[in-house]
């Protein structure tokens, strides 16, 4: 972990890069000192040019480089990264090669804090007592019951799965992926994940597998872009993370196809006891371990990358810091990740999958720094009608709907949707 004194230290220089982020490109980059972006395809208008620019400015070739500490980028994982989504391809190999255990005493409820009692009842059903672990490969009825709850937050019956979390900090179905690894070593989680990697990797672009009754996706592919971008960014002398939604141990997995090594992916970090995974959930911010409530998820994400990147401890970590100790650089692509984006002070990517608080701010670019681009594969297509800013597209500690408000407290209008895929 950096000092507090040590990123004080750097504020300096931070904010003579952030003022050299507009001007024209240094002699240095002129002349090919810094490292290149070499993939081309793909990007949108000026993305590629303005994501040099930003190398060449912020990266140890460049004149507003800060000499006390690396720059700091930051990016989200899955559809950011990679196209679709790591954690579902876990859960789903994990369901099909029956790697789920029977909760504690056969009650649901242990899996997680916000499960409802119908949920835990329909599990309970549909779900054998006796087994150690789940016959998921074999029971339909077991498989589809846990990839609905997971995947659509219902029971199959139709009913809420989940109740009474903060919409800010947590987000239980993606949660419960972490908290259903209860029993096994990380270390086994890992292979899990790198055995849905082979698999997800080597299936054709469009594949599905069949999960109990259902199909779902079958494959994932990293973006050729990203791992460009990643690429230039750390040879340029960046201090490159992952954050993610998807478990930690996942992540770990798939970060390293990206050169990212273990200690600099933050993901849905479970709470281990006796060198097992429990199903409770480490803690951020003012959240201590145990209480399940503060995961890699928009304000949490925050929390997370504020204590772990930049050392800032207790409730501090959940308020924006200081430029100084922000990430320079941000990619995302849903309203998961608005947070961390907001915080980034020389440049933030979108990807475009029609999230409607994060394009609104996106679009509203009301600093300049945002850039949007269309998904590298499979982009959506243009949204119909206008991103609801003004009224509905931010959601609510209490999952309420309101105006997606700038940091002064304005509205931001409704956004058309301008950047998006053919």
């Known amino acids: 972990m950096r000092s507090a004194r040590r990123w004080q230290a750097a504020a300096a220089a931070l904010a003579i890069a952030g003022s050299a982020f507009a001007a024209a490109p240094t002699a240095q980059a002129r002349t090919g000192a810094c490292p290149q972006l070499t993939v081309t395809q793909g990007w949108y208008g000026q993305n590629k040019a303005r994501l040099q620019e930003l190398v060449d400015t912020y990266g140890s070739c460049g004149r507003g480089a800060a000499k006390s500490h690396k720059p700091v980028a930051v990016f989200d994982w899955d559809n950011t990264v990679v196209k679709n989504d790591v954690g579902d391809a876990t859960m789903y190999w994990m369901l099909r090669h029956s790697k789920i255990r029977r909760p504690s005493h056969g009650d649901w409820h242990t899996t997680s804090r916000y499960l409802t009692d119908l949920a835990a009842a329909a599990l309970?059903?549909?779900c054998p007592s006796g087994a150690t672990t789940l016959p998921t490969a074999t029971d339909t009825r077991c498989a589809d019951e846990i990839r609905t709850v997971y995947g659509d937050g219902k029971t199959t019956g139709g009913a809420t799965a989940f109740a009474g979390w903060d919409r800010r900090t947590i987000e239980p179905q993606y949660a419960w992926l972490a908290q259903l690894m209860s029993g096994w070593r990380t270390a086994d989680v890992r292979s899990f994940a790198r055995a849905a990697r082979a698999e997800n990797l080597a299936a054709p672009i469009g594949a599905e597998q069949q999960v109990g009754t259902a199909k779902v996706t079958g494959w994932v592919r990293y973006y050729d872009q990203q791992r460009d971008l990643i690429r230039t960014l750390r040879k340029a002398g960046f201090d490159v993370w992952i954050t993610s939604a998807s478990p930690e141990p996942v992540v770990d997995v798939w970060a390293g196809g990206v050169g990212i090594a273990p200690d600099h992916?933050?993901?849905?970090?479970?709470?281990?006891?006796?060198?097992?995974?429990?199903?409770?959930?480490?803690?951020?911010?003012?959240?201590?371990?145990?209480?399940?409530?503060?995961?890699?998820?928009?304000?949490?994400?925050?929390?997370?990358?504020?204590?772990?990147?930049?050392?800032?401890?207790?409730?501090?970590?959940?308020?924006?810091?200081?430029?100084?100790?922000?990430?320079?650089?941000a990619a995302g692509d849903s309203d998961t990740d608005v947070s961390f984006l907001r915080d980034a002070t020389g440049l933030r990517l979108v990807l475009n999958r029609n999230k409607n608080e994060l394009m609104c701010r996106a679009y509203?670019?009301?600093?300049?720094?945002?850039?949007?681009n269309p998904m590298f594969i499979q982009p959506k297509g243009r949204k119909s009608g206008a991103y609801p800013c003004a009224t509905t597209a931010y959601t609510d500690h209490d999952g309420g709907a309101a105006p997606v408000r700038r940091s002064d407290g304005t509205v931001v209008?409704?956004?058309?949707?301008?950047v998006y895929g053919g």
């Not at 509203?364 to 949007?372: E, H, K, L, M």
């Not at 209008?413 to 301008?418: A, E, I, L, V, Y």
């Open 124 to 126: 309970a059903v549909a």
């Open 265 to 329: 992916t933050i993901g849905i970090r479970p709470v281990t006891a006796h060198g097992r995974i429990t199903p409770h959930l480490k803690g951020c911010g003012s959240v201590a371990d145990g209480e399940d409530a503060m995961i890699t998820y928009i304000d949490g994400k925050r929390c997370w990358i504020n204590q772990e990147v930049f050392g800032v401890r207790g409730a501090a970590a959940e308020r924006v810091q200081p430029a100084a100790r922000r990430q320079v650089f």
């Open 364 to 372: 509203d670019n009301g600093d300049g720094r945002w850039i949007v």
């Open 413 to 418: 209008p409704d956004q058309q949707d301008t």
